[in-house]
């Protein structure tokens, strides 16, 4: 065998195998499986995935597989590359790094066998999420299960996604300017403009698959649109029916040769990223790279946080109130204060968002507290972490308790930071619409659980970052279905869902808590 190649295929197996391993692969595989399943309505609820003209599409293996693929392919393409992100960091952080420029294939053959080590990771989750649906379907299917055409749709549509989200990680690891949290917020920037790309889809009624679509949305859709006639008759996702029109059935095969064609070429312009990291790649040179940064942890807003430097002092009094209060109290207080000293941008956010708060009408409070809730997600995403990054786990941990305190601090001081976002806003809401303050509540406190469950099983923000901002996106345009509204959106929360994130909230925060030190 060649030497080259062999040494491709054993990092790459062991790429794959390390970060299947890695217990935020199983955090991300439940969380794409719960929001697939809860996509897949069973009919009896009056609620189906694909709606053509009022009328329900039974859950045939084409139906089912088009129906997933689309809704895998969104939450895959941004949890991926978060999921991938970061060995080049670790490899830094640990001295490998040097290891590995000196060695004699230390340049193209790594960042090759890093980018097939990727692939193989992401179609091992595509793979298993395959299999849950292929469960689902024995439960709430209406037609016998054709692996063949669950195969088929899944390559075609998920293929193309996986390799260019895969190039994206290996061009913004292997390239220093994008390595940090510049590179992530620049990502999902992209993913948003994926997004975009779909109005353009359906202009005229009459869609066509885009070749720059590497999710595959276009091609679902201009799929289905082949059957329905017309775009503006289609609903894809949660979708009501008519239950007195009789059930729509598609056909098998529903890929014809232009569209395999065009997802073909999508595969190959996939593979641009991959070809800009071979020539851009850092080897580790100390004058290209330094592991400082590596360890930076700088936020999106890392320029107007420098301008904003000053206003930290006003955290000062914080500072000393927390050191005169004793017990758990005082460190979540330590830790909130922290967190806004290290990031100004939020204490001004904070200022500036209590009087709107206040002042606007019901309707208008809603988008405003969204972003405020946004915001917050995002400052907190590294919370239950930082201590971890900067070495600092182990020496908490080796004080009696130390372990099991810094994580409840944590999980309390993404708590309060998040009352102190929203807090205003709830009080507002409280007496103009309790429903949606309850909604808001218990929203706040399921994504402070959330955080802290993810960063404590995972180690890394990226997890919880990722299924944040999916979940925001879907909760902003999924304007129906009281579970959908988590934070009071759209006002169709109700007691009960309210109550039943609440209840997840708290499994989250127990399950992080039940993990070994």
């Known amino acids: 065998m060649n030497p080259t ?82 060995r080049v960091a670790e490899d830094l952080r640990s001295g490998t790094g040097s290891v590995i420029g000196a060695s004699a294939r230390g340049g193209i053959p790594f960042v090759v066998a890093r980018w097939c080590g990727g692939v193989l990771y992401l179609t091992a989750l595509t793979g298993a999420f395959m299999a849950t649906v292929l469960l689902c379907h024995a439960v709430r299917g209406e037609g016998p299960i054709e692996p063949l055409v669950y195969l088929q749709t899944y390559v075609l549509v998920l293929g193309p996604m996986i390799l260019f989200t895969a190039s994206c990680a290996t061009l913004f690891d292997a390239w220093a300017p994008l390595m940090g949290k510049k590179g992530d917020l620049l990502y999902f920037f992209l993913w948003v403009g994926q997004m975009a790309l779909l109005p353009t889809v359906t202009e005229g009624g009459r869609p066509t698959v885009i070749p720059f679509d590497f999710t595959g949305t276009s091609a679902v859709i201009t799929a289905l649109v082949a059957q329905a006639g017309n775009s503006d008759s289609l609903m894809l996702g949660i979708a009501d029916y008519d239950r007195h029109q009789a059930a729509l059935v598609l056909p098998a095969w529903m890929w014809t040769v232009p569209m395999a064609a065009t997802r073909c070429m999508t595969a190959a312009l996939a593979l641009v990223p991959l070809l800009l990291a071979l020539p851009l790649f850092h080897r580790f040179s100390p004058d290209r790279v330094k592991p400082g940064k590596a360890r930076a942890r700088r936020s999106p807003l890392a320029v107007v946080d420098g301008w904003l430097r000053p206003l930290a002092r006003l955290v000062d009094p914080l500072f000393g109130l927390a050191a005169r209060v004793p017990g758990i109290a005082g460190q979540v207080l330590a830790d909130v204060a922290l967190t806004l000293a290290a990031a100004p941008s939020a204490l001004a956010l904070l200022l500036l968002v209590q009087l709107p708060a206040l002042l606007l009408d019901v309707q208008a409070l809603a988008p405003f507290t969204l972003v405020c809730v946004a915001y917050w997600g995002i400052l907190v995403s590294d919370l239950s972490t930082r201590d971890g990054d900067a070495a600092l786990a182990g020496m908490g941990a080796a004080v009696p308790g130390g372990a099991t305190r810094r994580y409840w601090r944590q999980f309390l001081a993404s708590v309060v930071l998040g009352l102190m976002f929203t807090g205003v806003a709830m009080l507002h809401l409280a007496v103009a619409d309790p429903l949606r303050a309850a909604a808001l509540a218990s929203g706040v406190f399921a994504l402070a659980a959330f955080a802290s469950f993810s960063g404590r ?29 988590i934070v009071g959106f759209h006002g169709n929360a109700t007691i009960v869902s309210s109550l039943g994130w609440a209840g997840l909230g708290v499994l989250a925060v127990l399950g992080g808590r039940i993990k070994p030190s």
């Open 5 to 86: 190649f062999d040494a491709i295929r054993t990092l790459a197996l062991l790429e794959a195998r390390v970060r299947l391993r890695r217990l935020s692969t199983l955090v991300t595989l439940l969380a794409v499986v719960a929001l697939s399943w809860m996509m897949i309505s069973d009919p009896a609820d009056g609620m189906t995935l694909i709606a053509i003209h009022g009328a329900r599409v039974l859950y045939t293996s084409s139906a089912m597989a088009l129906g997933s693929a689309a809704l895998a392919t969104l939450v895959l393409a941004l949890a991926g590359f978060y999921l991938l992100r970061g």
């Open 457 to 485: 099983t995972s180690g890394t923000p990226r997890t919880f970052l990722a299924l944040f901002l999916f979940g925001l996106y879907v909760s902003v345009n999924v304007s129906r279905g009281a579970w959908a509204d």
